[in-house]
Structures are given as C-alpha cells and as structure tokens.
C-alpha cells in the first residue's frame, strides 16, 4: 500500500517526468516496429502506419497509463477545479457575495473557537495536568462561597490525604525590585517547596526551594522566569548563586524556569517561598485563609477526584471534633470542596463562552441558508447547461462532483479569508478587554484552530453541494432542457425549498437578536447600578508594603499619615485618603465581626462581611452617602479611639427596627474585652466590593486604618481629570519613601467600566452578529423574492394584460414577503424564549422571557425583511407587458 | 501455424513477470519474448502491453530504469522486483493447478466417472 502512495506520489509531484517518458517509451516501441515492418520489406510510410494502426490509440493508452498509476483521479479532480475556478470567475457578484458570507460567518466563528479552544480545551501546560485539583474552603451559609485555604490546611493535609501525590500552597504577590530610588514592582508569587513538583514542571536552572526556606529570615531565596531572567541580567549564564535586591533586601538567584512555564492566568516574574511562622500554621489559624491562600495538589495517578474528596471531608471531619471553633464552622456549612484546576480557573466564563459559540454556530447556519439559497439560484440559472450535458452522456458522479468541487473550491476560500478574519478578531478581543479572562492572555492562533476551519471548510462545502446535487439530478431532464420555453413545475419545488430557507432564516436571526437584546438590557441594567460612591474624578493606586521597614502597623500608620499629608498638599487635591481595598479592586475576601452582647439567633450562622481599614478622609475622596451620624475623617485615624462605620446592609441585617449608631461590635468571630469593642458612629450606603451586579447584601465594616492595617489603596479626589494625577501621586509616594511605587493606578470610573468588561464583551459581540444576521436576512430574503418575482415574470406580464393593477401584482409579493415573515417570527418568537431560559445565569435583572425585546425584535426583523422585498414586489408591479410577451 | 488466442484475462501479468524475470527487457522486447516464449500462440494487442506494466510498475512488481537499446537508443528497461518474483511464484503454481485441473477434467472419459 505504502509502495503505491509513494509511487502515485512520485509520478504526481514528477508529473513532466512521468509524461515526457511515456511519450518516449512508447515512441520507442513504435519506433522499432516500424523498422522491423521496414525489414519484412514494406515501405517506410507503409510500415509508419502499420505500426500505428496495430499499436493502437495513443491516446487511450496514454490515459490507461496514467489510470494504472492513478494519476486519472487527480487529472479529473484538476480539470473540475478549472472549470469550477472559471464559473466562479464568470459571476463575480455571486462569488465576492458568497465569499464575504462566508468569511464573516467562518470568521466570527474561528475567532470565538480561538478562545474556546486556547481557554477551555487546551490543556494547561502541565505533564498530565488534568491531574491537577484545587481545594478550597467553602462556608456558603456564611455568605463565604469561596475562602482558598489556609496555612494550617497545607501543614495538615501535606502527605495525610492517601489521594494526593503532591500537595502545595500559593499566594498571588508584588515585589519591589532593585535599588533604592530607581523600583519596579514586579508581580510575583509566593509558594510552598512542593509546588513546582505538584505542577510537574520546575526550574530548568538550579534548584526549586527547600523546606528550611519557608520561615521568615531564611525565605530570600528566588526562582525567576525565563522572561525575568533575560529582561534583568540579559541571559546572565551565571546568574545561579547572584543576588538581586527584592523589596530591599539581598535575595539569591537558585533558579530559573523554562521560557513556556506558566501558572494559570498569572502574570508572576518571580518565584519566592511563601513563609510563615510556626504560630501562622496552629490549628488556630485553620480557618483564616481569607482567600488570599491557594492550595493546588495532584492527584495520585489513576484516583478518582471523589476519592480525594472523600478524604478530604473525612480529615475535616476528624480535626472539628477537638476544635472549639468546631461548632461555629458546621453551623457556616463549612467544607473543603476538590476541584479540577483547570475547569475551576475557567468556570466563570465557560457559559459566556458557550453562549457566544452558540450565536456564532447560529450566524453561521444563517449564511449557509443564505449560500443555499444563492446556489440553487445558480444552480436554476444552469440548469439547462447541466440538462444538456448529462443528455451527451456527463455521468451523474461527475455531475455531482462538478458541484462539490465548485463549493468546496469556494468554502475554501471563504475558510481561507475566515481565518484571516479570525486572526484580527482575536486582537479585537484583546482590545475589548479578553485579556482580563482566565488565560485570556494565552488566546493563540494555532495549528488545531487552523484545522477546524479547514474541516469545517470542506464540510460546509459537502452541506451546500447536497441540494444542489439533489435537485440537478432529481430534476427530469426533459423539463430542464424545455423550462425556458415555458414556466416549469420543477421550479415550484425549488421556490418551496428556498422560501423555508428564508423562514428558518429570519428565526435564526430573531433568536439571535433576541438574545443579544437580552445581553445588552442586562449590561444597561448593571451599568445604572449604583456603585454605593461617586465614582467620578477620583484617581486610586496601590502600594503594597515589603516587610523589610513595615514590619509592624505603626510604620504603615506612619506612612499613610505622612503620604495624606503629602496628597493634601498638592494642588487640585479636594480630598483624600486610604483604604485597605477599593471597590471593585477585584479582591472581596471578607471576615466576621461580632456585635456586643448578641447572642446569635436559632440557626443562624455567623456572616462573613467585608472589612475595611480606613484612614485620612476616605469616605469624603470616594464620595460615599452618609445615611446616619458621621463619617470616619483623618482626626480620627490620629486619635486612638475605637469607632467604626458600618453600611447600610450591616445596619439592616443586625437592627432592621432601630438605629445602629451606638452600639459596639468586635472584629473577629467571639466576643471580646469591653475595651476592644468598636463603637459604631455612622452608618453609610452600601457598596457594591465584587461587582456591579452583585446581588448578596453582605454588610461592611470601616475600621480606622491604626487597628486594621495592611496594603493600601490611596484615593484621591480632585477637580482636574485624575488621569492628569498619576505621575504627581508617585511622586508624592516616593517623597515619602523612595523605595516604594505604586502601582495599578486607574481612575475610579476605569475600574468601574473594566468591572464590567465580562458583561460588556459579550453583549458587543451578541449585537454585532446580530447586525450581521440582520445584514443577512435582508440579502437572502431580496434574493429570494427577486427570483420569485424573475420566474413569474411570464405570468404577471399575462396577468397585467388581462388587466390587474400593478398594486394587485405588488401587494401580491408583498403578502408573500409578509407571510414568510410571519412563519420566521413564530418560530424565532418560540426559539427565543428557549434561548432566554438557557442563557438565564448571564443576564442580570432581566427575566428570559421579555415581551418588550420580542416586540422590539419583531419589529426590527419586519422592517429588515420588508424593506429588503419593496424593491422586487415594485419591479413585479412595473414589468412590462409588451416586453414579457415579446420575450416569450 | 494455429490461429492466435485470445489471452485469458489476468494472464497478460502473468506472461509479462516471466518475461522480464529471464533478463531486464525494454516494452518492445517484452512483446517480441512473450511471443517468442509463448510459441507465438497469443495475439496481444500491441497498445494494452503498457497499461499492464505501469500497473505492474505501480504494485511494485517490477521496476524500471532508463538504458541504452541494442541499437543505442534511449529505452526504459524493466527488471522484475523481489515481490514480482514471488508473485511469479504463487502464479505460475496457481496455473498449474488450475490448468490440471481443467486438464484432467476435460480428459475424463464416460468409464472413469
């Protein structure tokens, strides 16, 4: 089998070869049989023609040869590509429109398949990595859905749960690099020695990090990736054993990652060892992960992820019983849930995804209705040709594959231009803000994509060669060959056929449309949310301390003092202040706080709330409402007085009969000494800390920044465009500590808009396939009606000469038009509604079932369809009588 | 000398493998041995001789190489293959199982039955 492929092979790729040697060889033969002719004593003409006429037909021979070899397949299938080429050139009309279709249809569809594929079905770049898990704790009566895992989880699962080969722990983090005056910060990660043996993947230099080096003093130690590493010490061959200064202090290179070495979404340059003191890792610390600790593992080869699950729950279950939080925990519905890493890390844009394939797949399916439509017309136009040819004898395989050849010559091309349509879609996305999705970043043009749109090229080819085929062989060659002499039957099938075309069109679209309707009304919805704030001219940025000079909180307290009165002092600055987590920021970890002297209610479980620390005149820069008593301001961060402010939901949740203001909670699970407890002085509008759209009322609490210290965010008000801020605000950073920089500096209303970006996106593309759809329906039901009212030219012209009125003849199409739009319309109308139930998770205030969008749709459709079928219902009103009957 | 037959179809491989197995042939000698060989039984249509050895070329049965003719022309020369000579084996037992046992059969008389 083999020997023959490469033998056809050869004969193919040496074509001229081939051909130039059998001319020869048989040359040859003639040759001598002549001259032994000539020997028997005829005449050299005599014999010439003798050893022709016994040699035979050359040229049969000559194509038995090449059959021998197969050659004959690929000679055929040439002839049918030319012939194909030159009628596709011979309509240019017909062929940019159906390429263009098919280009955008493909192109929306490669592009969104791009992010499927590079997001969902690539696999992480792990050896085996769907082995890979995360767990994570849950107290989803808490309000908590989701907490990471803790310090004291690590030490007590590492090497406990049978299921897991490796466990390991990971904390996303910032660095400072280099030397005093001249920072970068650099993103980072902290992790655990066994992480990069639980991803499979390690340094490719060097060594990864060692149990000794995960407590505080011994840790500055670091792994850099293959970028770092060439971008700081330009490939440094040496750099093992170097030090580098990271948050100030001297940090020995140990090893350096492979150049394709990537965690999931981070964005991380450098490694370090993610250190803890023996008190962090006390049963005490079990449930204070507070999301900012991931654990990962993977599973041991062949083990169910139910196993480990099992374990998991039964470790749980056995370290509660001599837990004095152990009861509290339970009532939270407290559980440590295994998951997939990579489904996990994806979860939250794999419906959105799925939805946009959907309308992709949906679009697609309009524009081949649409190229079915524009063949049969084709196919109407020649079918005389293809009449007359099988009648000399064109066998029907040949006709059929002539039609194959001819579409799929063209769905080839158009996969062609799809791709290229793909490759600029894809930037687009990153434009629209993919980037920011779970391996957004990693949105790659590859081989698989390529693949598919061949594939799907070639089977798009075979889908629309079906009807035409059918009908040009179903098609009684007698009606074919006389169907210009008069009006034949087999038209009507076809017009049947192309008019449910239209139909399943115009349901297609209007499903489409409704769907992005309901996409863009909940993106309207979300984005007249109010945020809690004024979200208008103000400027944040964060500064992350290094350990190395802030060790304790007074020199953060310090700091910030320092840096609001450097703020304060610039110009244009109406207010500011700091808090430990700006909304929206992306983080919403949240803790218990508990109220004075209130014993929870049966059944209650205690509330996770979102706990900030504030400091200058934070609420004022942000523009917070202030429902009751008064705003923490920056006396009271100097004051050492214990006063909080709670927002409107805390208020609620605890006294929805009274006044809040007064009473005295404790940050933290228990009640604690009289003199720890905070005194609530106001009460403020509630904020929205995940997102617009979030629903849960989950309470916060405002602490002075002096008792709940950490990472800030520096907000700050002013009466220029805050963008005109940013190089001020860093320099008033490094005014007060040289070593530090800010980073993620972004306008309030920049992290408001980009909050939305999961919504936004998606609702951009559901509107811009719509418009395309729309685009498409216009085309297909003009072409249809158009060839409607071309086929009964012969008819109205009778008609009109027996006197109808050109208004009877327009109105006549025009009903046509009316009724497929109507069939459309009820059948999109039902699909709709299905589509709205199935997308419901996406949609924010908008319920799936909206008469207002359906009312809307229908008329945007009806408009569409109508004004696309005017112009062929008023050309059927004016055709000429004369004419038509000349013509006839 | 006997009218020329007709070849059995499926015969004509048959008699080119063993022509080209006494010694490397060009198309033309093929021919001329095939008659030779074959007692100048068969009437083989000149034309049909190079379709059979492309096919047989393309199986691999025989392999080709341009040379020169006795009469210093250029002329491909086919030579039979590793595989051709065992397909010329499995063939040429095939035949003579088929032609005694036609043989015998024709042979039968009324007494042997």
Known sequence: MFKRIRS??????????????????????????????????????EAARRARIEFGGLNSIEGDCREARGLHLFDELGRQFRYAWRMLRKTPGFTITALLTLAVCLGANLTIFAVINSVLLRPLPFPESDRLVTIFNTYPKAGVDRDGASITNY??????????????IYRYSTAIIGESGSTEREQAMEVSPDFFSTLGLGPVVGRTFKEEETSFGTNHVVVMTDAFWRHSSNADPHIIGKKIRVDGNPTIVIGVLPPDFRFLSSEARLYFPLASSLEDRTPQQRHSGG?????????RSGIPLAQAQEQIDAQNARLEVDDPQGKMIADAGFRSLVVQLHGDHVASIRPTLLLLQAGALALLLIGTVNLGNLFLVRAGSRAKEHAVRQALGASRKHITSEVLVETTLLTLGGGLLGLAIAAGGIRLLSALGAESLPLGSQIVFDGRLAMVALAAAISLGVVLAVPIAWLNLRRPLGDALQSEGRSGTSVRATQSLRQSFVVSQVALAFMLLAGAGLLGISLQHSMDVSPGFRPDHILTGKIAFPLKGYADDTAKVAFTEKLLNEIGQLPDVLSAGVVTNVPLSGKSGKSAATIQGRSPRAGESPRGHYSYGVG????????????????????????????????QDFAHYYWPNGSALGHRLFEGSEQGKDADAFTIIGIVGSVKQAGLTEEAAQGAVYYPYAFHSGDIFV????????ESLGLT????VRQVDPDLPVNDVRTMEARVTDSLAARRTPALLAALFSAIALLLVAIGSYGVLSYAVEQRRREIGVRMALGALPGQIRNQFLLLALRLLAYGVMLGGVGACLTGRAMQTLLFHVPAFNLAILIGVTGVMGLVSIVACLLPSYRAARTSIVEVIRAA | MAKPVDLLPGTLDMLILKAVSLRPLHGYAVLQRIRQISGE???IPQGSLYPALYRLEHQALIAAEWGQSENNRRAKYYTLTTAGRRRLREETAGWNRLASGIASALNTRPEEV
């Open chain 1, 8 to 45: 056809l092979f050869r004969a193919f790729t040496h074509r001229r070869d081939f051909e130039d040697g059998m001319t020869e060889e048989l040359s040859f033969h003639i040759e001598q049989y002549t001259e032994e002719l000539i020997q028997s004593g005829l005449s050299p003409s």
């Open chain 1, 155 to 168: 030490y007590e699962r590492r090497g406990q749960i049978p299921a897991f080969a490796s466990t390991s």
């Open chain 1, 291 to 299: 999301n900012s600790i991931q654990m990962i593992a993977r599973l």
């Open chain 1, 616 to 647: 200058g005149d934070y609420f004022k820069a942000m523009g917070f409402s202030l429902l009751e008593g008064r705003f923490l301001t920056a006396a009271d961060s100097r004051s050492n007085r214990r006063f909080c402010v709670v927002d």
């Open chain 1, 715 to 722: 907000v700050v008000r002013t009466s220029m465009p805050p």
């Open chain 1, 729 to 732: 605000l860093q320099a008033a």
């Open chain 2, 41 to 43: 039984v068969f009437d």
